[in-house]
């Protein structure tokens, strides 16, 4: 049977391990964040909602960034407290080691929640979310409406295909932005880092997608490969203006605005590095285990359940992933455009 609904990151830390694209992208997003920081007014307690935290260790520098700004306006007495929030399956052990090392943004009267519950559902009591931040989360899908022919990537399928994806991407984004408008208190903010596709889906990565597909019809059956696809859709930047356009009524009342919009190109990690030093081995191992931690739990659901060798059968899918990467790292690099909203509830 084909996947339904969109499963967690690579467990047991690899996310966390192998995640500096997505750091970068938050990095590039803090400023906005931490401008929208000093503007929302106080509350207590002052909750941060972190829509979509995975393991967490990308989530400690934009909540250390908005802590400080919170103590530097209400004061050290007013309790902070940050909900990280993901789906179910996410590897919250994880996470919670990060909040408790050395790393941490810990500290007195700081209260750190985990849930584990969809985003496209309520997540909060009305009325409640000072700011919210979601990182490199709003282009997974809330269902997966098809399978694609021939690939693994929607972006790649045919027109119907893709059409399938963009309306699914369009509803999951109301649901969305329904659910965090009610959660807001009037004057939060939400900040949304997210990457930008074309009118067809096309986010920057396809080539290397490519590369993840031919070596997996390669490795696994014909019938596992078509149940496998990844439930994503990057939306084109220009729909989060469209969607705002005169700002935006909730279905329960309440009133948003986007406040701005900014666009910032961002690369694999480690592409400068390689351009530098020319080492095409180390550059494909860390692009392929990038990968692999957004990509692999979505593809092993697809594999016959009767196989015992799964663990080793990806090695393989991803060892061969990694050599094609290899043999042309400037032509399979993944080039993002990141998109970066600001969103203000303001009645
Ligand atoms: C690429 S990771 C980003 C993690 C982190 N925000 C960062 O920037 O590194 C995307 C995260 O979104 C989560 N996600 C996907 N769909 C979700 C949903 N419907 N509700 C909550 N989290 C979801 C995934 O489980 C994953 O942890």
């Not at 499963?7 to 966390?16: E, H, I, L, Q, S």
């Not at 030093?277 to 990038?290: G, I, K, S, V």
């Amino acid at each position: 049977m084909a996947l339904t609904s969109v499963p967690a990151m690579v467990g047991r830390g690899f996310y966390n391990a192998h995640s500096a694209t997505q750091a970068n992208a938050s990095e590039l997003a803090r400023p906005v964040l931490e401008r929208a920081a000093r503007a929302v007014p106080s509350a207590s307690p002052f909750v941060m909602a972190d829509y979509g935290s995975s393991q967490g260790r990308n989530s400690l520098a934009p909540v250390r960034g908005v802590l400080s700004i919170a103590r530097e306006r209400f004061g050290p007495e007013i309790p902070f407290c940050v909900y990280h929030t993901d789906l179910p399956a996410n590897d919250f052990s994880a996470l919670f080691q990060v909040l408790q090392s050395p790393e941490s943004y810990a500290a007195e009267n700081v209260f750190s929640y985990a849930v584990g519950r969809t985003f496209y559902d309520a997540l909060f009591p009305p009325d409640t979310v000072s700011i919210g931040w979601t990182a490199n989360t709003v282009h997974w899908l809330k269902t997966i409406p098809c399978t694609v022919s021939g690939h693994i990537w929607p972006a790649r399928g045919n027109a119907e295909e893709r059409a399938a994806f963009s309306a699914a991407a369009q509803a999951d984004w109301t649901t969305f932005m329904t659910a965090r408008a009610r959660e807001m208190r009037v004057g939060a903010r939400l900040i949304v880092d997210a990457g930008g596709g074309d009118a067809d889906g096309r986010c920057g990565a396809e080539a290397a997608l490519d590369c993840l597909n031919e070596s997996l019809k390669e490795h696994v059956r014909p019938e596992e490969h078509a149940r496998m696809v990844i439930g994503g859709w990057f939306r084109p930047p220009s729909d989060y203006p469209s969607f705002f356009e005169n700002g935006w009524r909730a279905p329960d009342g309440q009133f948003l605005k986007l406040l701005s919009v900014e666009h910032h190109p961002l690369d694999t990690a480690g592409f400068d590095r390689y351009l530098e030093d020319h080492d095409a081995h180390a550059f494909a191992l860390e692009l392929t285990a990038t990968f692999r931690a957004f990509t692999e739990t979505s593809l092993v659901a697809g594999l016959d359940r009767s196989r015992a060798d799964k663990d080793a059968l990806m090695d393989a899918v991803y060892d061969g992933m990694r050599r094609r990467v290899e043999a042309d790292p400037r032509g399979t690099v993944a080039r993002w455009d990141l998109v970066v909203l600001d969103i203000e509830r303001s009645e």
